[in-house]
């Protein structure tokens, strides 16, 4: 008797899990920002203010976030995240903070380096390495049309995933 208890009990715990990450996942599915994969916060909690104000990657605080769509984002200063809340799209990353890269060439990487970014005409475009920022900035004018013409399908792409 005492068995068949326990094998109970490890099914409804294990059912509770389950029940659990399918939740979690169709709570995070669609999300338009990089949170990565354990993160839960904008660009690996950097500021993404910093990029223009300083320029240069630049961690936020916790203690500093705001909250925008439905993603938690830190900031170094109460200054920048004033000027974040006040205009949050001409701050936030293109691409909702995912690899230029990858968006150019019609894929997805959850993978940023917070290091590697550019700011090109006003826009800041974060990438997986600081090799590649530098090639997308040299070669910008091309890569951010393909990108562009490929957000739309990238970005349906990351609707139908159940993580991000």
Known sequence: MHQAVRRTAIRLAAATLLASAISIGSAHAGN?????????????GYDTVAYFTDHKAMKGNEDLAYDWLGTPWHFATPEHRDLFVADPLK???????????????????????PEAWRIVDGKL????????????????EELVAKAEANW?????QLEQQPYN
Do not use: R
């Not at 338009?32 to 690996?44: H, K, L, S, W």
């Not at 739309?152 to 349906?156: D, F, G, I, S, Y």
């Open 91 to 113: 701050y936030a990353p293109q691409y909702g903070g995912y690899c230029v890269g990858e968006v150019v060439y019609n894929g997805i990487t959850i993978n940023i380096d």
């Open 32 to 44: 338009p920002v990089n949170t990565g994969y354990f993160g839960g916060v904008a660009i690996m």
């Open 125 to 140: 475009y974060l990438s997986y390495d600081k090799g590649y920022a530098a090639e997308f900035e040299a070669k910008s």
């Open 152 to 156: 739309p399908e990238v970005k349906a």
